[in-house]
């Protein structure tokens, strides 16, 4: 009897062990038929990955190849929601070790939608490997640059900044980020349950990135700045910048702006503003440094030499306006050199009659205003003159000659000058010299000027720093010939100009016989006092004076007493 039991139960048993058994086949068989596919799509998923390999940004140096901007190598450590097993231990490992919210970590890697979380970005290598050591379940790491400006405000915005994903939003960063950036990679790798890399499926190497050489010298941008930082702060001005350019090659050897920025700082900038380069981006009304353009056309159509005299009323009526010197004074008689050297309105608008609007068109054309230099930096604007006779009036005959009524940037007006300083042709500025190993030649140049008239325009250039009385004694340089021209404009507004605003400005090559050196100074809303020779030329006489010694140039004449 006992026996017969015994021998139901084993029946029993193995009954219910062959029907487990055949459940369990059934499913195994169900589920590699089925659900094959699915699930190794899913297996996959959980080991396999692509992950992009980052190309190393290029550098960007000045001329003496001073780092400017470069990629600092740092390690950005991240997670996969779905393999982390200790959110709470991770979280609170990373606030110690990188100092980020635990608190917010941890909500974020209980998602377990989410495949990918930031831990932390751009860590220090050392920091990101000591972490990743305390064996964190789907913790992990990859190699990122950061982008760094050894020099911070130093140039600021012309390098620009790129931003997290490397990408350049201004500046040569924008102009140039094809080059600078490279071509990313690709790698296929298979990871064990515990986030570790067990082999590498297929791999695509990453081209790094070409770096640039800047026209740029750190020292002599660095100098500019400061003097406009003073020049600011001594005049209450809005803003100044300045061009310190090679007239014989077109080469920028300055672009300085005051007021700026750490260009490390680009994230907390509360006034996005800084960042514009105002040389290249925006325009102004060039006032009286723009007779030149009236005397230059004159004098190439043989029309008047630097000796023919004018008798010049207190005020000369056009239209409906009467237009008058700055300075108040009587009928005079002066000569072409004078009227330039003294600044007389009323002497440039007797030229430009002689001169004659379609003439005068033609001549500001020559000097390349109303279209960009072509300057190798994004966002160029082109200025605007009037075209004759569509949009002239009745009083633009007597305006446009002393520089109203016309919209110039910086780099147009600096161009144009250093086209005198250069023998009278001009040359394309440029910002860059050379990327990866290509030295960058063709930039583009043409003969605006005589010889004859060059030498004319640059006698008398000289005069308006070394006449008594005239504009611009204060741009100086003991043991250096200097010329150059001072401008004092208003600002207009929507309603005509506006009452106490005020552009001051000097330009000026040295030593003038073989010209080193193009200096632009502008001063935007200067109080107290309003002109050029008074605002602008000693800022450019610090800033010529300084490079002049970092260049070793030796003075041409002796010192004035």
């Not at 490997?129 to 640059?145: S, V």
């Not at 298979?190 to 570790?196: A, E, H, L, N, T």
């Not at 300083?421 to 990327?435: K, T, Y």
């Not at 190993?437 to 325009?457: P, Y």
Request: charged content about 20%; some cysteine; glycine content about 10%.
């Amino acid at each position: 009897m006992r026996e017969k039991r015994a021998n139901r139960r084993i029946r029993l048993l193995l009954g219910i062990f062959v029907l487990v058994f055949g459940a369990t086949l059934a499913r195994a068989g169900w589920l590699q038929v089925v659900h094959a596919s699915s699930l190794a799509a899913m297996a996959q998923r959980q080991h396999r990955e692509t992950i992009v390999l980052p190309a190393g940004r290029g550098a960007i140096y000045d001329a003496d190849g001073v780092q400017l901007a470069l990629g600092e190598q740092t390690s950005t450590v991240y997670a996969d929601p779905r393999e982390v097993t200790e959110p709470r231990a991770v979280a609170e490992a990373a606030a110690k070790a990188f100092g980020v919210d635990a608190n917010a970590l941890y909500v974020s890697l209980l998602k377990r939608k989410s495949s990918f979380v930031y831990i932390r970005r751009f860590a220090d290598p050392k920091a990101a490997a000591a972490f990743l050591r305390r064996g964190f379940a789907g913790a992990n790491a990859y190699p990122e640059e950061k982008r760094t400006y050894p020099q911070g405000s130093v140039a600021a915005q012309v390098i620009g900044y790129a931003g997290v994903d490397e990408k350049g939003l201004t500046g040569l960063e924008l102009q140039y980020d094809k080059q600078l950036s490279g071509r990313p990679g690709r790698e296929t790798i298979v990871r064990d349950p515990f986030g570790r890399v067990i082999d590498t499926l297929a791999a695509t190497p990453e081209r790094q990135g070409v770096s640039i050489t800047t026209t740029i010298d750190h020292v002599i941008q660095a100098q500019a700045e400061q003097v406009l930082r003073q020049t600011i702060a001594q005049w209450h001005a809005r803003s100044a910048n300045a061009i310190v350019m090679d007239p014989e090659t077109g080469a920028i050897l300055a672009m300085a702006q005051a007021p700026g920025y750490d260009a490390n700082a680009t994230s907390t900038l509360r006034d996005p503003g800084l960042m514009t380069n105002h040389a290249v981006s925006d325009e102004f009304e060039p006032g009286s440094v723009f007779k030149v353009v009236t005397v230059s056309g004159a004098l190439s159509e043989h029309l008047v030499t630097p000796q023919t005299k004018f008798v010049l009323p207190p005020c000369i009526q056009v239209a409906d306006a009467c237009i008058h010197d700055a300075e108040p004074r009587g009928t005079e008689t002066m000569s072409v050199a004078q009227i330039l050297a003294r600044s007389s309105n009323v002497g440039a608008d007797t030229i430009a009659r002689k001169l004659g609007p379609t003439e005068l068109m033609k001549w500001i054309a020559r000097f390349g205003f109303g279209r960009p230099t072509g300057i190798d930096f994004p966002g160029e604007i082109a200025g605007s003159v009037p075209s004759y006779p569509d949009q002239w009036s009745g009083t633009t005959i007597g305006n446009l000659p002393i520089g109203q009524g016309v919209a110039v940037t910086s780099i147009q007006i600096a161009a144009a000058y250093a086209a005198i300083a250069n023998g009278g042709v001009w040359v394309q500025p440029h910002l860059v010299s050379r990327v990866g190993g290509r030295v960058l030649r063709g930039f583009k140049r043409r003969r605006i000027l005589s010889l004859r008239v060059d030498a004319q325009l640059k006698q008398m250039l000289t005069g308006v720093v070394d006449e008594h009385g005239a504009t611009g004694n204060e741009a100086q340089i003991p043991g250096y010939s200097v010329a150059g021209k001072t401008g004092t404009a208003q600002i207009p507004g929507p309603h005509g100009y506006t009452t106490g605003k005020y552009e001051a400005s000097f330009i000026g090559m040295v030593p003038v016989a073989h010209p080193r050196l193009l200096v632009a100074v502008t001063v935007d809303q200067p109080k107290s006092e309003i002109f050029g020779g008074v605002v602008a030329a000693p800022a450019f006489a610090q800033i010529a004076k300084y490079d002049l010694q970092y260049l070793a140039v030796p003075p041409d004449q002796p010192a004035h007493g």
